[in-house]
């Protein structure tokens, strides 16, 4: 199956922002084969000199721009972080660590397991993640959390559970559905809201909209955490279908990453817009996304179930396809502020549902090769002959006329 490509940009200035002013990014995806590593991709960071870094079950991974390499550490890697001085930060289901060169000037895992409290207890590491939060390192683990800054390790153990942790403007946020939604601050955890609102509930994301700070309960909605008041769902981020949320990543001062089981990642902004939406049929690799992560070439990069795709947000191009191929494509036409193209299989144009979803209908089948707009009147050459097409009708079936 072909993809439609088309250079878009020239066109952006002149749309609305529900206009079709340009089609899905061009998408590159990576196998476990490709890396040689486990299907599963939980947490992707880089370095300032450009290596990537993946935690899959099978350990970490080493990308360079053109190959990959495994980096063993014997356990899964659920989470990496970056500190100010680019040393890699690791938490995963039996330990905590930092990647090191050693002797060989080879990249390896270091284990840091001696700071935990309670070493022998592997459980503690099933769940672990890891922070850079306001320039200390910040080890979340199952009973307890370890603040690592060159001055001082420091230990707070907790007899709560917490079922959600997200960093959020450079703060740690914690949801234990017996307590409430904590807050890290300096080396306490403070509780911010015990409401009866927030207990026993499902938090999944915690989000800024607005300036605001939201959480969002599943088969809820929006808890102003503040004001105490929930929205439903229908009221923010109108049309986003937010089933199987398993968390949200805030990607830069005005965008988070909503991570999903079952509809890939949408990216929203500090409006509660959405922006965009990364899934299957529009080339992500799968549409369970463990992990996104935002470079420093607005390169995003997304980790799911099935491997690693990459999308360069500042790349000049973009595609038009469906998950069902809509042909070869021939020729494109802005026509009435609507695209319109010409493929092996018909012309077609392309809408947006009410989810922002880019759908394509047909408006004539078969071959069609060249587009042309002649006194307002778009003009097309087909296997059958010459056609014309005129906007103000509305009917499809009426509105193809033999010339």
């Known amino acids: 199956m072909r993809s439609f490509i088309i250079f878009f940009c020239f066109f952006l200035s002149s749309y609305s922002a529900f206009s079709i002013k340009e089609g899905v990014p061009v998408i590159k995806n990576f196998k476990a084969e490709d890396y040689n590593g486990g299907s599963r991709i939980y947490s992707i960071v880089s370095t300032e000199d450009g290596l990537l870094y993946a935690g899959d079950k099978n350990g970490i991974l080493e990308f360079d721009g053109e ?4 980096i063993d550490c014997g356990f899964t890697v659920s989470s990496l972080a970056i500190d100010s001085a680019n040393t890699i930060h690791v938490a995963g289901s039996e ?34 993640e890891v922070f850079n939060v306001q320039n200390q390192i910040v080890y979340v683990l199952k009973g307890e959390i370890v603040i690592n800054t060159p001055e001082s390790i420091r230990i707070i153990e907790f007899p709560y559970s917490f079922s959600y942790y997200q960093k959020v403007n450079d703060e740690l946020f914690f949801y234990s559905p017996d307590e409430g939604i904590y807050r890290l601050i300096g080396n306490k955890l403070s509780l911010i809201n015990g409401s009866v609102q927030v ?8 989000f800024t909209i607005n300036d605001v700070m939201y959480a969002y309960i599943e088969g809820f909605g929006f808890y ?17 279908n937010l089933k199987g949320v398993q968390g949200a990543v805030q990607l830069d001062d005005t965008t988070f990453a909503i991570k999903s089981y079952y509809e890939g990642v949408v990216i929203i902004n500090s409006k509660g817009e959405i922006e965009s939406k990364y899934h299957y049929d529009e080339g992500l690799i799968n549409n369970t996304g463990f992990s996104v992560y935002k470079d420093s070439w607005s390169n995003l990069w997304i980790g799911t179930a099935s491997g690693i795709s990459v999308i360069k947000l500042n790349f000049p191009f973009s595609k038009f396809n469906d998950q069902k191929g809509i042909g070869t494509g021939y020729s494109s036409v802005l026509y009435d502020d609507q695209l319109y193209f010409a493929t092996s299989q018909g012309l077609y144009f392309a809408k947006k549902d009410i989810q ?20 307002d009147v778009l003009y097309f050459g087909s296997a059958s002959g010459i056609f014309y097409y005129l906007k103000q009708w509305l009917k499809p079936c009426n509105l193809l006329q033999v010339l």
């Open 67 to 70: 190959s990959w390499r495994k």
């Open 95 to 128: 330990g905590i660590g930092i990647l090191v060169l050693d002797s060989t000037n080879t990249i390896t895992y270091k284990s840091l397991n001696h700071l935990i409290s309670s070493e022998k207890k592997i459980r503690r590491f099933r769940f672990s």
């Open 199 to 206: 207990k026993d509930k499902n938090i999944r994301a915690f």
């Open 224 to 240: 102003n955490i503040k004001d105490d008041i929930l929205i439903p769902q229908k009221d923010i981020m109108a049309g986003l």
């Open 356 to 375: 922002g979803q880019l759908k394509f209908e047909k408006l004539f089948e078969g071959h069609v090769w060249r587009l042309h707009i002649i006194e």
